[in-house]
């Protein structure tokens, strides 16, 4: 297994599989580690400030499970290097100092929009069971109506179903 995590944070498993690890590690925004194990390398990723993109070279399922699980980064891509900046189907930023927002197509519209909230009720007539005290009536008569029971909530408003 080629394993790779380039996320201003590279860690490579199974070194032997590499001409040139030196060349890997040689650009000064990633940090290097040459790692025996998965664990390691998720200690490593998890060591340094989260990164904006994790890059894994893998075909285990549960390492995959283990990336998405255990670390925190703006995006993970899996078997691929620069992919996820080129689809605007996605969206691409980072967390914490790797950055924050998210852009891309209508997430670029989305970060810099407010979407506001609006709540606008009838004139009609308020139900008293909505408000306290809380009698057993009450509870019942809201337990009926969220669960669209209307044939029950006539049968406790006509007093044949006890509350």
């Known amino acids: 297994m080629y394993f790779c995590v ?3 944070s590279t860690v490579l498993l199974n070194q032997s599989s590499l001409n040139h690890s030196e060349n890997v590690c040689s650009k000064e925004s ?3 580690c040459i790692a025996e194990k998965i664990e390691e390398s ?3 990723i998890n060591s340094k400030p989260n990164p904006l993109v994790i890059c894994a070279f893998t075909e285990d399922e549960t390492f995959k499970k283990q990336i998405l699980s255990e670390t925190s980064s703006g995006s993970v891509t899996f078997n691929d290097s620069m992919i996820q900046f080129l689809c605007d189907s996605l969206p691409f930023g980072g967390v914490g100092q790797s950055g924050f927002g ?3 197509g209508k997430y670029s519209f989305d970060t810099f929009s407010h979407e506001k909230s609006v709540l606008q009720r009838a004139f009609y007539p308020e139900l008293e069971p909505r408000y306290p005290p809380w009698t057993n009536f009450k509870l019942m008569f809201i337990k ?3 669960g669209f029971d209307y044939f029950g909530l006539l049968l406790l408003m006509l007093d044949f ?3």
């Open 161 to 163: 179903r006890k509350s």
């Open 6 to 8: 380039e996320s201003f």
């Open 30 to 32: 990633h940090h290097c």
């Open 102 to 104: 998210r852009y891309h």
């Open 144 to 146: 009926l109506a969220y």
């Open 42 to 44: 998720i200690e490593f």
